[in-house]
């Protein structure tokens, strides 16, 4: 007897990993690192804000409970995305 092979992945985006240093983030089946250092808005949020993120119109991630949006592009091409939060330059000497 053999099974029939589930239904197609209905999950877009999960985040997988929440540590010290930041967040591990699976998007339509690639593994993104969001750092802390890059991504200081996530360091002091609730692990339930986190992990309420949405993937909208197939490149853009939307976190509601934190008011939090970013594009797919600015986690695979940071480099492209030179602008630091006020959070981040505050902390700079």
């Known amino acids: 007897m053999k099974s029939?092979?589930?239904g197609t992945n209905t999950l877009?985006?999960?985040?997988?990993n929440i540590g010290s240093l930041g967040i591990w983030i699976c998007v339509?089946?690639?593994e993104?690192?969001?750092?802390?250092k890059d991504f200081p808005w996530?360091?002091?949020?609730?692990?339930?804000?986190?992990?309420?993120?949405?993937?909208?119109h197939g490149h853009h991630l939307?976190?509601?409970?934190l008011d939090i949006d970013l594009?797919?592009?600015s986690?695979?091409?940071?480099?492209?995305?030179?602008?630091?939060?006020?959070?981040v330059r505050e902390q700079q000497p």
Not at 32 to 36: P, R, S, T, V, W
Not at 62 to 65: D, E, S, V
Not at 75 to 87: A, F, G
Request: hydrophobic share 35%; charged share 30%; net charge negative.
């Open 12 to 16: 877009d985006v999960e985040i997988s």
């Open 62 to 65: 939307h976190w509601p409970q």
């Open 32 to 36: 993104y690192f969001m750092d802390y």
């Open 75 to 87: 986690l695979e091409n940071p480099s492209r995305y030179p602008l630091i939060s006020s959070q």
């Open 42 to 56: 996530f360091k002091e949020a609730r692990v339930k804000e986190i992990l309420d993120a949405q993937l909208l």
């Open 71 to 73: 594009e797919i592009d």
């Open 4 to 6: 029939k092979a589930h």
């Open 28 to 30: 339509q089946d690639t």
